[in-house]
């Protein structure tokens, strides 16, 4: 095994403190100029007035360059002031996180805190979960948070604070207890650099940049103070500019410095570790797309993210042969077992990265209540389809009322899959080719466009299936409809909470074991806007569905890796997609009338709806 020798450890932790005071020291220098700056016309309004007092600077021209030389004195130290002021005083923005107190998890602090004594540095002042694949260090000795970590303190000889240490929850659902413990070595080893004056120092001023940069877009601002943070902003990013670089370095030296530390520690384990640690950030990622997803959007949160994750990597381990060997791994201790509810931990990390990354609001609700595994085929999966089959026959008939001229409307004949295949289907002599011309013996190559430009001519041919795409259109409407109504609802009810709670505190005691934020978070979006066609195909794919469900035995289920799924004959029925697009993009209805021959599917049978 590969391995760093004690002396090698050494010099590369030493390189990587030096590298990193001296970067903080020219952060500083950058600081300390600006600070020069400010006070030169003031130094100059001295030296003009002493000249005077002594005799050398006399006369109308000297009382007049001492006056200008005041007066600009004066301007600048005002507006060094205000810039300094802001620094000082605004809040970096600071991740949400689920605080975890040492009552909730007195195993993973006794960790933590065996893991820093064994690197010989600072223990964090506390540990935060996050939901996301990742650990890191966060100062919080900003006043935001000094309410929240009381422990937090500045020590007599200026050195830096401690940090909270920042856990991904996934991390204590999957890994190991020996797992974690490698993996956080190196993130436990940069509170060493972080208690450095110099480097606490650089950061606080590159924080305190970054803070200012944001002021002039705080909300509630009147026109004059935002006129004002405008320029304090202009100020702070000109400075921000001149020290990035350096902070840069700064915390490759820091990070550098801590991995080194931490070489000594678990190392042989930590190989395998970071295996894990890319295994479950695949499986995080698919489980939040696929599987949360589709309930936040239907206004339910699952509860048990962090459960689920294990069920989605062990079905992975499972599929691929090449993780086969991590499956054995479930017979030892996971690192969930060091908190002390870890249920009422995973709750509070499931409705956190709702919010992050849907929207959702911080408490449960009429339109927004938790969901649990078992519930969620019956509660989401059978529940968005008939939702999304509802919409579908809602333009359907729409479409019929606005053109019963020349099509029908087959409203009569109820909720059926017959009735929107008809309306998808295209005749087939509509979609034969015309004969070839008579030299089309001629090679291709010579018809093909011979600029790029002329390809834009192929973006103008009529689409293969326009029923589609007045179709797709009108539920693009529909959907977009629903969405900004029930963003309005949401922001009245969050609206009338801050309302409700300026007039009266509320007195409902926290959780003992978690306490998060629960104003308002950043969006961190999942997945881009979808497209027309891809929501008709996810409307059609449902009403299949509920016709499978409705008259073929068919049940809902849950697919770890993917999903919602349709379950038939005790299978999943993974052949479904490519004939419903069939279907949609061409027009095509044969391969799904097979596959709903096959399966005992009736489409001519209507389905219930929601």
Known sequence: MYGVSGTGAVVGEEWGARAARSRALAVLRVRGRALGLAVLPAAVAVVLYAGGVTGHFTGSGWDTARWVVTVLAVLVLLAATAVALVVARARPAATPTVELSETAAPDLYRLVRDLADRLDVPAPSAIALTPDCDSWLEDRTH????????????????????????????????MRVAELRAVLAPVVAGTGPAAHPDIAAAR????????????????????????????????????????????????????????????????GVRIVAQEQVGLAYAGWDRLLTRVALPAWRMGRWPAKLDAGVVSALTELSRRDRLADGFSSRLGERPACDLLEEPGAVDEATSLLAARLFHGGPAEAGPDWSPVEWSQYPEEVVDRKWRTDAARLHEVLDRLGVADSAARPSTAADGPTLTRVMAHLSIAPSAKEQPPAPADAHAPAEAHAPDDVDDLSALDDEPQANPAADALAGALSALLAREEAAREARAAATAAEAAKTAAAAPSTATPHPAVSGPDGPLPLFPLQPPRTGRDLLADHVTAMVCCAAVDTAEAVPGLDWLDGPALIVGGERASDLGPRVLALVEDGDPEPLRAWLARTGVRPEKPVRLV
Do not use: N
């Open 143 to 174: 006043r935001a948070h000094r309410v929240h970590h009381k422990q937090v303190h500045r020590t007599s000889d200026g050195a830096g604070a401690a940090p909270v240490l920042v856990i991904g929850s996934p991390f204590l659902w999957w």
């Open 204 to 267: 606080r001023f590159v924080r305190g940049l970054d803070a200012a940069v944001a002021v002039p877009e705080t909300p509630g601002l009147d026109p004059f103070r935002r006129l004002g943070a405008h320029g304090v902003g202009q100020v702070a990013r000109v400075l921000l500019r001149a020290c990035r670089g350096h902070a840069g370095e700064m915390e490759r030296g820091v990070a550098a410095a801590g991995s080194e530390r931490a070489q000594a520690v678990d190392y």
